[in-house]
């Protein structure tokens, strides 16, 4: 099925450094989002994006939704061991596509403390 | 936040025995809900999508019949897995939403393993 491309695949920094990933794809998207999944866990929302250019934070967290509606990116600034995970970014297809999300493959971190 | 439960966390069973899995939505009304499956280090597999009251749409290469969806009211939908062999083993993870909305809240997931 459709995917998107996120990068990088793998990360591995030292604990206070920033961190940055993005996706991109040759579709149009209405709704980008970004989620977090721990080991033997569902994702968790971390942030959505509804509007080309559009910036949002959640604390250490900021995530942009690219002004072609093509890409994406999530910073996390500062990071802290805690931040262990993958990442995925998802978007959301233009209305009639039965509201399914399009995911990127996962962006891992590992945080050296 | 919206918050989803997914029960059993894990389950071990035996080849040719159904298993089912349980998804609620605990503070809202889950106008539709997804169903997906994950590999170890990949990422979600969408495998079906349920509006309350409809029968749930499969993804392309899915068995409707092996994977049975029950989506019956506002907070619950449950995924059987019928007559369960080894090749079925994964991580099944539940998603809810609400009408108008993209924003998807997951539930803890399902660790299957069928011997």
């Known amino acids: 099925g459709q995917q998107l491309n996120q990068s990088p695949q793998s990360m591995f920094i030292q604990e206070g450094e920033d961190v940055s990933m993005n996706c991109t794809s040759s579709s149009i998207f209405n709704t980008w989002l970004w989620y977090k999944q721990e080991p033997g866990e569902g994702p968790v929302l971390l942030i959505a994006?509804?509007?080309a250019g559009e910036l949002t934070s959640n604390g250490r967290l900021t995530a942009q939704f690219g002004i072609t509606r093509k890409d994406s990116f999530l910073n996390i600034s500062a990071s802290i061991p805690s931040d262990v995970g993958i990442y995925f970014c998802a978007g959301a297809l233009p209305a009639g596509n039965n509201r399914k999300l399009i995911w990127g493959l996962g962006t891992s971190l590992a945080v050296n403390p | 936040g919206a918050v989803v439960s997914q029960h059993p966390s894990r389950v071990i069973c035996k080849s040719g025995t159904s298993v089912k899995i349980e998804c609620r939505s605990l503070?809202?009304?889950?106008?539709?809900m997804f169903w997906y499956r994950q590999f170890p280090k990949q990422s979600l597999m969408l495998m079906a999508t349920?509006?309350?009251?409809?029968?749930?749409?499969?993804e392309q290469g899915v068995e409707k019949d092996k994977f049975l969806i029950n989506h019956a009211s506002l907070t619950l939908s449950t995924l059987t897995v019928t007559s369960a062999h080894p090749e079925d083993s994964s991580f099944y993870i539940c998603s809810a939403s609400w009408a108008g909305s993209e924003k998807l809240f997951f539930g803890s997931g399902t660790q299957l393993s069928v011997l």
């Open positions: 994006l509804y509007k």
């Open positions: 349920s509006n309350e009251g409809s029968k749930a749409t499969y």
């Open positions: 503070d809202f009304q889950a106008t539709t």
